[in-house]
């Protein structure tokens, strides 16, 4: 718990509330412990309460704090977004609680949230900036960090080209920072420019919306509420999304909902199973598949949900009818009787959600991995109704609205894509001339193909010069936001850093990126704000965006990041362009106005309605939310849904209520309805438009494709449409005024009318069980590329190599290559409920680092006692491309036979060397360890580059000294 420090007595807290019907009086915690007798000791019972509402009080009662006020902030973790009632007193945070009017965390915080006001405060932040010279690191000033990053970043552009230099973003930045990330990457020249959904869910982007539309959670944890079945695969919530719990646990409890939980290792979410499901890692589709066989067998398919709204699902049953129970038991281990029931489970107890995480997305076969569960549920009927979906848990707290934004090598904001008529939409958002932009680029070429991704980035830099798609290798790192040990293969993203010109590292914290390389020089350390410093928006995992207020100023020299953005930007001469439309305070383009540009633009997945105004207006009235359906039920916000989640159609000044399940069809299109996205309106002549299925209430009871102006003028809807809206419609078109889509009219008109009869903007077709443009149409088990089960390989091959994004990705010729003899035990990794990410920030806490204070290995006692190694020991993990991490082993049967875990939030040792040293004085976080992706080993997804983490091998031996 955090300590308040105040000079006051502690006040009525929300635990002497929740405690004084039973003593028939208010009374503080101190009074409490001291009349019930309990000793510090025994003050651990009260675990049990909400972690918020716990706090230990001083020890001299003085008067209160009566000009305290108390600001309303995002937690910085995890993606429930749970609300902070930060308090503050002339301008320092004092005390802090979790929102008990919060429909998303309902009063609850998790450890990290808890503690989130060292976050800030804490005395281990970069506090001005830095840069490396000979082997130390020495204070400098932000004029002299922007000079010098400056001049050499234009040097390497103008010698190498703007490719030459990565801008990595953050899934920390809020909405408006994000997407000004991507603006300024733009008008840089590149599409070099990623942020940490690459490595956690850009698969689940990619085949959830190739699916049925948006790739997106389709519900939220609310709502999960309704669900009479719960099937968790690749997510231990209750370590990485504890207040997610709160929901699962009361659907579990009111509704007798059973508990499904796929997992090789027995995690604290699969102790609260009904049917725990031990499953070899990486063998996700054919388990999946396996379920649906019996689902098939059985006749247990929602049949008319098929025939209405999914295309391809015999294609699909054709592959299914391949998984027997005893093939499934072969490849997976698991036993087809526990399938079968598993099957009947979720046929009986509908509606049921499908909830993901990471577990199933950091694969080479990720994007087929997502799409058999979406399958799952579309077999069952359990999409676009309430309780039902794809729940899929985001990691960072604004990883969801960073990806929303375009802070992507793929695409621009709102998932434009990188085509010429993208461009010309985003240049008419931002008011500039459209051969400008072109002009920043070293070829037109290069503006439309997609970057080098995150997860290889180190590869543009060590890479042959002729296997590289651009002109010149990688030369400099913008690391902002992004912690490194996050990333696989750490011994080759070593040697990139040693080998790049420049090495710039903006941070609250100074991250791995300032100790894991062995550089003199060339290196700089810039301390940016945290959110708590900051305002604006995040989106939550549900798409319900808030707006977060600022708490405090930024302390010591930190400067928020779009601030650092703006510096840069006039340094490199487009300060102007960057913010045209944009208010600029002193250095600091205003948030409200950024997300005013976001609104203007972001049309494909309606990020248009949730204008500040209305977001602020949530955040000051949750009280009025509904705790399970997240509407607003009377005062200011009536019949909205929490937080606006997208899409949210039209203008803010139409008052659309935001989309709080996608593809319900159940309710009109204007109160938070949907059908199934038409991507594709046909393939090889035959229709996906749905055309017995469509919203409650819809004018247009058919299938049809997104509309258009000459859509509307077909339908004679056009003369809803005002004045102004034809006039930016005709603008936008010019002679082809008839083609300007939903997607880029920027009046909304096109929106607005068709909301206004009931029919979806972006058409109304089936969702694809198929998705013929992917390597794997159909989800197939492929083999991972380190996997001991050598039997497998020919008949379940991985993919041949092949050349995408910029770099040659490699399958076959390293799937042919057969270690398992020498390295027999697989290697998998995961969260801690202590840390977060790259884990830097909360290993800097003292209050989590106590929890958590040593890296480790988990190792079956079968596998200890054949290496000789006891609980305690310091063992080698040596993985089998030559990285190895010395860590503690913690012997448990928590993982099974042959199979090994280790927590990825450690940092600053390597191969066995404390590089506590190397930190800037003062800046190295508590607990320092081993980054299990030292040993973590080649490996990415076919369609987006995600990196393997969750199943290569390893070998595991006593350390001797």
Same mark, same amino acid.
């Given at each position: 718990?955090?300590?308040?420090?105040?000079?006051?007595?502690?006040?009525?807290?929300?635990?002497?509330?929740?405690?004084?019907?039973?003593?028939?009086?208010?009374?503080?915690?101190?009074?409490?412990?001291?009349?019930?007798?309990?000793?510090?000791?025994?003050?651990?019972?009260?675990?049990?309460?909400?972690?918020?509402?716990?706090?230990?009080?001083?020890?001299?009662?003085?008067?209160?704090?009566?000009?305290?006020?108390?600001?309303?902030?995002?937690?910085?973790?995890?993606?429930?977004?749970?609300?902070?009632?930060?308090?503050?007193?002339?301008?320092?945070?004092?005390?802090?609680?979790?929102?008990?009017?919060?429909?998303?965390?309902?009063?609850?915080?998790?450890?990290?949230?808890?503690?989130?006001?060292?976050?800030?405060?804490?005395?281990?932040?970069?506090?001005?900036?830095?840069?490396?010279?000979?082997?130390?690191?020495?204070?400098?000033?932000?004029?002299?960090?922007?000079?010098?990053?400056?001049?050499?970043?234009?040097?390497?552009?103008?010698?190498?080209?703007?490719?030459?230099?990565?801008?990595?973003?953050?899934?920390?930045?809020?909405?408006?920072?994000?997407?000004?990330?991507?603006?300024?990457?733009?008008?840089?020249?590149?599409?070099?420019?990623?942020?940490?959904?690459?490595?956690?869910?850009?698969?689940?982007?990619?085949?959830?919306?190739?699916?049925?539309?948006?790739?997106?959670?389709?519900?939220?944890?609310?709502?999960?509420?309704?669900?009479?079945?719960?099937?968790?695969?690749?997510?231990?919530?209750?370590?990485?999304?504890?207040?997610?719990?709160?929901?699962?646990?009361?659907?579990?409890?009111?509704?007798?909902?059973?508990?499904?939980?796929?997992?090789?290792?027995?995690?604290?979410?699969?102790?609260?199973?009904?049917?725990?499901?031990?499953?070899?890692?990486?063998?996700?589709?054919?388990?999946?598949?396996?379920?649906?066989?019996?689902?098939?067998?059985?006749?247990?398919?929602?049949?008319?949900?098929?025939?209405? #709204? %999914? *295309? @391809?699902? =015999?294609?699909?049953?054709?592959?299914?009818?391949?998984? +027997? !129970? /005893?093939?499934? &038991?072969?490849?997976?281990?698991?036993?087809?009787?526990?399938?079968?029931?598993?099957?009947?489970?979720?046929?009986?107890?509908?509606?049921?959600?499908?909830?993901?995480?990471?577990?199933?997305?950091?694969?080479?076969?990720?994007?087929?991995?997502?799409?058999?569960?979406?399958?799952?549920?579309?077999?069952?009927?359990?999409?676009?109704?309430?309780?039902?979906?794809?729940?899929?848990?985001?990691?960072?707290?604004?990883?969801?609205?960073?990806?929303?934004?375009?802070?992507?090598?793929?695409?621009?904001?709102?998932?434009?894509?990188?085509?010429?008529?993208?461009?010309?939409?985003?240049? #008419? %958002? *931002? @008011?500039? =001339?459209?051969?400008?932009?072109?002009?920043?680029?070293? +070829? !037109? /070429?290069?503006? &439309?193909?997609?970057?080098?991704?995150?997860?290889?980035?180190?590869?543009?830099?060590?890479?042959?010069?002729?296997?590289?798609?651009?002109?010149?290798?990688?030369?400099?790192?913008?690391?902002?936001?992004?912690?490194?040990?996050?990333?696989?293969?750490?011994?080759?993203?070593?040697?990139?850093?040693?080998?790049?010109?420049?090495?710039?590292?903006?941070?609250?914290?100074?991250?791995?990126?300032?100790?894991?390389?062995?550089?003199?020089?060339?290196?700089?350390?810039?301390?940016?704000?945290?959110?708590?410093?900051?305002?604006?928006?995040?989106?939550?995992?549900?798409?319900?965006?808030?707006?977060?207020?600022?708490?405090?100023?930024?302390?010591?020299?930190?400067?928020?990041?779009?601030?650092?953005?703006?510096?840069?930007?006039?340094?490199?001469?487009?300060?102007?362009?960057?913010?045209?439309?944009?208010?600029?305070?002193?250095?600091?383009?205003?948030?409200?106005?950024?997300?005013?540009?976001?609104?203007?633009?972001?049309?494909?997945?309606?990020?248009?309605?949730?204008?500040?105004?209305?977001?602020?207006?949530?955040?000051?009235?949750?009280?009025?939310?509904?705790?399970?359906?997240?509407?607003?039920?009377?005062?200011?916000?009536?019949?909205?849904?929490?937080?606006?989640?997208?899409?949210?159609?039209?203008?803010?000044?139409?008052?659309?209520?935001?989309?709080?399940?996608?593809?319900?069809?159940?309710?009109?299109?204007?109160?938070?309805?949907?059908?199934?996205?038409?991507?594709?309106?046909?393939?090889?002549?035959?229709?996906?438009?749905?055309?017995?299925?469509?919203?409650?209430?819809?004018?247009?009871?058919?299938?049809?494709?997104?509309?258009?102006?000459?859509?509307?003028?077909?339908?004679?809807?056009?003369?809803?449409?005002?004045?102004?809206?034809?006039?930016?419609?005709?603008?936008?078109?010019?002679?082809?005024?008839?083609?300007?889509?939903?997607?880029?009219?920027?009046?909304?008109?096109?929106?607005?009318?068709?909301?206004?009869?009931?029919?979806?903007?972006?058409?109304?077709?089936?969702?694809?069980?198929?998705?013929?443009?992917?390597?794997?149409?159909?989800?197939?088990?492929?083999?991972?590329?380190?996997?001991?089960?050598?039997?497998?390989?020919?008949?379940?091959?991985?993919?041949?190599?092949?050349?995408?994004?910029?770099?040659?990705?490699?399958?076959?010729?390293?799937?042919?290559?057969?270690?398992?003899?020498?390295?027999?035990?697989?290697?998998?990794?995961?969260?801690?409920?202590?840390?977060?990410?790259?884990?830097?920030?909360?290993?800097?806490?003292?209050?989590?680092?106590?929890?958590?204070?040593?890296?480790?290995?988990?190792?079956?006692?079968?596998?200890?006692?054949?290496?000789?190694?006891?609980?305690?020991?310091?063992?080698?993990?040596?993985?089998?491309?030559?990285?190895?991490?010395?860590?503690?082993?913690?012997?448990?049967?928590?993982?099974?036979?042959?199979?090994?875990?280790?927590?990825?939030?450690?940092?600053?040792?390597?191969?066995?060397?404390?590089?506590?040293?190397?930190?800037?004085?003062?800046?190295?976080?508590?607990?320092?360890?081993?980054?299990?992706?030292?040993?973590?080993?080649?490996?990415?997804?076919?369609?987006?580059?995600?990196?393997?983490?969750?199943?290569?091998?390893?070998?595991?031996?006593?350390?001797?000294?």
């Amino acid at each position: 718990m955090l300590i308040k420090k105040r000079d006051g007595e502690a006040r009525k807290s929300a635990l002497s509330e929740n405690l004084a019907s039973v003593s028939g009086g208010s009374m503080d915690r101190r009074a409490f412990l001291r009349r019930s007798g309990l000793t510090a000791g025994g003050a651990a019972l009260l675990g049990g309460i909400g972690a918020g509402t716990v706090r230990k009080a001083d020890a001299v009662p003085v008067a209160p704090d009566a000009k305290a006020e108390v600001k309303r902030a995002i937690c910085t973790h995890c993606s429930v977004g749970c609300t902070v009632n930060a308090e503050v007193s002339n301008g320092v945070w004092i005390g802090q609680e979790p929102a008990f009017d919060s429909p998303l965390n309902l009063g609850s915080h998790c450890a990290k949230g808890a503690a989130v006001r060292e976050h800030a405060h804490g005395d281990r932040r970069l506090k001005y900036p830095m840069k490396l010279e000979g082997g130390k690191y020495k204070r400098i000033s932000w004029e002299q960090a922007i000079t010098e990053v400056g001049d050499r970043l234009l040097k390497i552009r103008e010698t190498a080209g703007p490719d030459s230099v990565y801008w990595l973003g953050s899934a920390k930045f809020s909405n408006e920072q994000a997407y000004l990330m991507r603006k300024f990457a733009a008008l840089w020249g590149t599409n070099n420019v990623d942020h940490q959904a690459r490595i956690c869910h850009s698969t689940t982007v990619a085949g959830v919306a190739q699916t049925w539309g948006y790739g997106a959670m389709t519900n939220s944890y609310n709502d999960i509420h309704n669900s009479k079945a719960m099937f968790f695969i690749g997510s231990n919530a209750a370590e990485a999304h504890p207040v997610a719990m709160l929901h699962i646990l009361k659907a579990k409890e009111q509704n007798k909902a059973p508990l499904i939980v796929c997992d090789p290792r027995f995690t604290r979410t699969a102790a609260h199973a009904d049917e725990y499901v031990r499953m070899r890692p990486g063998t996700d589709v054919p388990l999946i598949w396996g379920i649906m066989w019996h689902i098939f067998e059985n006749g247990w398919e929602d049949k008319e949900f098929i025939r209405k #709204r %999914v *295309w @391809g699902m =015999d294609q699909v049953k054709a592959e299914v009818a391949k998984w +027997t !129970p /005893e093939e499934t &038991e072969r490849v997976t281990g698991v036993p087809g009787a526990q399938l079968k029931r598993v099957a009947q489970i979720l046929a009986t107890h509908k509606p049921g959600t499908v909830v993901w995480c990471m577990g199933g997305t950091q694969h080479t076969v990720g994007n087929a991995n997502v799409r058999a569960y979406c399958n799952l549920q579309l077999a069952l009927g359990n999409v676009g109704v309430a309780g039902g979906g794809t729940n899929i848990f985001r990691g960072h707290d604004n990883v969801q609205g960073a990806t929303d934004m375009g802070l992507d090598v793929t695409t621009l904001p709102a998932y434009y894509g990188l085509a010429a008529p993208a461009w010309k939409h985003w240049a #008419r %958002v *931002w @008011g500039l =001339d459209y051969d400008y932009i072109k002009g920043r680029f070293k +070829t !037109p /070429e290069l503006m &439309e193909a997609p970057g080098i991704p995150v997860s290889r980035w180190y590869d543009g830099v060590n890479e042959a010069k002729e296997n590289i798609a651009q002109p010149e290798p990688i030369k400099a790192m913008v690391y902002w936001g992004h912690a490194p040990n996050s990333q696989t293969r750490q011994p080759e993203l070593k040697k990139a850093m040693e080998k790049l010109d420049t090495l710039v590292i903006i941070d609250p914290y100074p991250t791995v990126s300032a100790v894991l390389h062995d550089r003199t020089d060339g290196v700089y350390l810039l301390p940016a704000a945290t959110q708590f410093e900051v305002d604006g928006s995040r989106t939550a995992s549900n798409r319900s965006i808030q707006w977060s207020e600022q708490v405090i100023k930024p302390m010591f020299e930190c400067k928020a990041d779009q601030e650092i953005m703006y510096l840069f930007a006039k340094k490199f001469g487009y300060a102007a362009e960057l913010c045209k439309n944009i208010k600029v305070e002193g250095d600091k383009p205003v948030a409200e106005d950024i997300l005013r540009e976001i609104n203007r633009g972001a049309w494909t997945i309606a990020y248009t309605g949730q204008s500040p105004e209305r977001l602020k207006a949530h955040m000051a009235n949750q009280q009025t939310f509904d705790k399970t359906t997240l509407r607003a039920v009377g005062g200011p916000c009536d019949g909205d849904y929490y937080g606006l989640p997208w899409p949210c159609w039209g203008t803010a000044e139409m008052k659309h209520p935001g989309t709080p399940n996608l593809y319900d069809p159940s309710k009109p299109v204007k109160d938070g309805g949907l059908n199934f996205r038409a991507l594709f309106p046909e393939y090889k002549g035959e229709s996906l438009l749905a055309t017995d299925s469509w919203p409650e209430g819809s004018e247009l009871p058919a299938g049809h494709p997104g509309f258009t102006y000459g859509m509307l003028k077909k339908l004679g809807w056009d003369v809803d449409l005002t004045p102004e809206e034809k006039a930016t419609i005709e603008k936008i078109g010019g002679e082809k005024a008839d083609d300007v889509a939903w997607t880029i009219d920027l009046s909304g008109g096109i929106q607005r009318v068709a909301v206004k009869h009931g029919a979806a903007p972006f058409g109304n077709g089936k969702a694809r069980a198929v998705v013929w443009n992917f390597p794997d149409p159909v989800p197939l088990h492929r083999e991972p590329l380190y996997t001991p089960r050598r039997d497998l390989v020919e008949k379940y091959p991985t993919h041949a190599d092949k050349k995408m994004m910029r770099l040659p990705f490699l399958y076959k010729s390293i799937q042919d290559k057969d270690v398992s003899k020498e390295f027999p035990i697989i290697l998998t990794s995961g969260r801690l409920v202590e840390y977060e990410g790259g884990g830097d920030e909360t290993r800097s806490n003292p209050w989590l680092a106590e929890l958590q204070p040593e890296m480790f290995v988990e190792v079956n006692p079968f596998d200890a006692n054949n290496a000789g190694i006891r609980a305690g020991d310091y063992v080698w993990v040596h993985g089998p491309e030559g990285g190895k991490v010395k860590v503690k082993a913690r012997i448990t049967e928590r993982v099974g036979r042959g199979v090994a875990f280790m927590p990825f939030h450690f940092g600053g040792w390597f191969q066995g060397k404390d590089l506590r040293s190397k930190y800037p004085e003062g800046a190295s976080p508590i607990v320092l360890g081993e980054s299990t992706n030292t040993a973590q080993t080649y490996g990415y997804d076919s369609v987006t580059g995600m990196q393997e983490t969750k199943v290569t091998l390893c070998r595991i031996e006593k350390f001797q000294a």
